[in-house]
């Protein structure tokens, strides 16, 4: 019989180590909701808190909070938020029926009226499942494209 993993609260400046497979994880940070960061990350071993703060942010997107919740992200550690994520980047949303509409979106709700240049490199408005996070983490070391993150790509 497998234990469940245990229940958790999402509480900001929570730090979830996030297995990638049988041997390796890395690890990511709650930010305000709906946001998480990713560190840039892959051991096979656990690393102490300072070390996973001071790693390089890969990205940052909005997840479901049942990736925490639900104890597949474990939770390792919390620290207060540092200034880095005081001002987090804006995601864009592009007019499925008018291709050529953009918005730039921020994480206080404003909406503004953007060109497709202005919206080149950033996240698209989307709330990933823990699952697609997981793939793109792992396709991101293992060098290759991730089938979520080129979908959400903007569309011509």
């Given at each position: 019989?497998?234990?469940?993993?245990?229940?958790?609260?999402?509480?900001?400046?929570?730090?979830v180590r996030i297995a990638l497979d049988e041997k390796n994880h890395t690890y990511g940070r709650v930010l305000p909701a709906p946001l998480f960061a990713f560190y840039d990350l892959l051991t096979a071993?656990?690393?102490?808190t300072e070390q996973v703060l001071?790693?390089?942010?890969?990205?940052?997107?909005?997840?479901?909070?049942?990736?925490?919740?639900?104890?597949?992200?474990?939770?390792?550690?919390?620290?207060?938020?540092?200034n880095v994520f005081s001002n987090p980047p804006p995601h864009?949303?592009?007019d499925i029926f008018h291709k050529d509409r953009f918005?730039?979106?921020?994480?206080?709700?404003?909406?503004?009226?953007?060109?497709?240049?202005?919206?080149?490199g950033l996240e698209r408005s989307a709330v990933w499942d823990a699952e697609h996070v997981e793939d793109r983490l792992r396709?991101?070391?293992?060098?290759?494209?991730?089938?979520?993150?080129?979908?959400l790509k903007i569309k011509d």
């Open positions: 019989m497998t234990d469940k993993p245990k229940r958790q609260r999402r509480i900001v400046g929570s730090i071993v656990d690393l102490p001071a790693a390089k942010i890969l990205f940052q997107i909005s997840v479901m909070n049942s990736a925490v919740t639900s104890g597949r992200w474990a939770v390792i550690g919390k620290k207060p938020l540092e864009f949303k592009q918005w730039l979106v921020y994480n206080d709700g404003r909406e503004v009226v953007a060109s497709k240049h202005d919206c080149a396709d991101h070391y293992d060098g290759i494209p991730n089938k979520w993150f080129e979908s």
